[in-house]
């Protein structure tokens, strides 16, 4: 990890060098050229259906996540419901693991996937339904 990279990691994190030196190697890979691997990039979970929603969420709704961070500004919905949001964590994770690798995640297995949000819909005890698809967009 080079002085940069580490400089952002403890800023961002409050971490002394005794906590970097804790990081798995994976994380410190991750934070290693974070810039130019993944400042580049913005996810973002467009709204492909949606029935009955109680947020309000309808197709072609964009969340936009600047990892960690929901980035209310540029989403074009802007209540993004927990329930859509909580089931694509795994998924932008793979995304940001793929990113650290120096692969475009858009061509990765899980690209084409659509993801429901949690309510189950009205037909099965629930109220809503949305679906959503996620893709990494190049910020350049």
Known sequence: MNEKD????????????????????????????IDEKMGKWTIVAEVTDAKNCFAGHKKGDKIVIDYPFLNIEKSTTPRPCLCAVAPLIMYVRVMLALLSEGIDP??????????????????????????LKLRAVRAD
């Open 6 to 33: 580490l400089q952002f990691l403890k800023q961002a994190t409050n971490f002394t060098d005794k906590e970097v030196e804790k990081l798995s190697p994976g994380m410190k890979k991750l934070f290693t050229n």
């Open 106 to 131: 858009n061509k990765s297995i899980y690209a084409d996937l659509e993801h429901d949000c949690m309510d189950p819909g009205l037909e099965h005890g629930g109220m809503g339904k949305v679906h």
